[in-house]
């Protein structure tokens, strides 16, 4: 490029191949190729991948037209790129997407052990280990958890106009 304009070669082309409005076409094309860019940084900050789900499970589906997850099934395969093949209690077989499956959670899974407590596993001489208080004096001796409150604003809402007089 001389004074802006691009220079012309020995090589045969057209003259609209020297026009301005293609170095303006060219810098458009890379100011969104760098909003592309942010955008997808953007996404991709909060973006999260869903865990894969094991043949067998009992999942969910959500139905597409309505967006309810009214349907149960059973995976049966996993395919390429997310996409999982469940059964229905109907007895029919449809691949679904893994953003349209939710694992479902059942009653009869066994719910995790208890957390321990200080009380029980310390051996440095602290409530739970006198034997001449038990059990119950060492919970009486400890404090009570905290209530727990729920965090509100303490902003003051002004009701809605919708008309002023």
Known sequence: MVFGRQL???L???KSSFDPRWRE???ARDRQLELD???KWIYDERARSLSPLLIGSRVRV???STL???KGGVVVSVGKYSSYRVKFASGSVLWRNRRHLRPMITDNEPAPPPAST???TNNDGDIGDDPALGPDAARQQADPPAPIIPRRSGRIRKPN???AD
């Open 62 to 64: 959500q139905n597409t």
């Open 37 to 39: 860019g942010a955008v």
């Open 25 to 27: 076409i060219m810098e």
């Open 161 to 163: 106009v919708l008309f």
């Open 118 to 120: 200080d009380n029980e």
């Open 12 to 14: 045969p082309t057209h």
């Open 68 to 70: 309810l997850w009214d």
């Open 8 to 10: 012309q070669s020995i």
